[in-house]
């Protein structure tokens, strides 16, 4: 069974960490990109970090870039998400994602980061809040 498993949320006051970790099942995370979207309630689901499982470069959406690193650890089949410097704004659900292989070798091909409807295997979401 296909299956992402994330965990790790809580909370915490703003300026403090969390590591996010995304558990794959069922298929090889490493030979599929992967991502981390995160979502506010009444609003649209946004991406956070991304990463090409077979190369290891990660992508930031700007909001992020300086203060959260995606990482994978292909021997768990696993993907992280450190979070550092968090700020109240940062306040969501997480959820991992999964590309399939397909997608995710035309992506690399093509040096583009799939859009959100191509990731086709999604975790339950785990939620951070942060506090000021």
């Known amino acids: 069974q296909v299956q992402l498993v994330e965990s790790g949320g809580g909370s915490v006051q703003a300026g403090g960490s969390l590591r996010l970790s995304c558990v794959a099942s069922?298929?090889?995370?490493?030979?599929?990109?992967m991502a981390w979207f995160r979502q506010v309630s009444g609003r649209e689901r946004e991406g956070v970090a991304f990463?090409?499982?077979?190369?290891?470069?990660?992508y930031y959406d700007d909001s992020v870039k300086g203060r959260f690193t995606m990482s994978q650890d292909s021997a768990k089949n696993t993907v992280y998400l450190q979070m550092n410097s968090l700020k109240p704004k940062d306040t969501a659900t997480y959820y991992c994602?999964?590309?399939?292989?397909?997608?995710?070798?035309?992506?690399?091909?093509?040096?583009?980061?799939?859009?959100?409807?191509?990731?086709?295997?999604w975790g339950q979401g785990t939620q951070v809040t942060v506090s000021s």
């Open positions: 994602a999964a590309t399939s292989a397909y997608i995710c070798g035309l992506a690399n091909a093509g040096s583009v980061i799939p859009v959100i409807s191509q990731f086709n295997v």
């Open positions: 069922g298929f090889t995370a490493s030979a599929n990109c």
């Open positions: 990463i090409y499982s077979s190369s290891g470069i990660t």
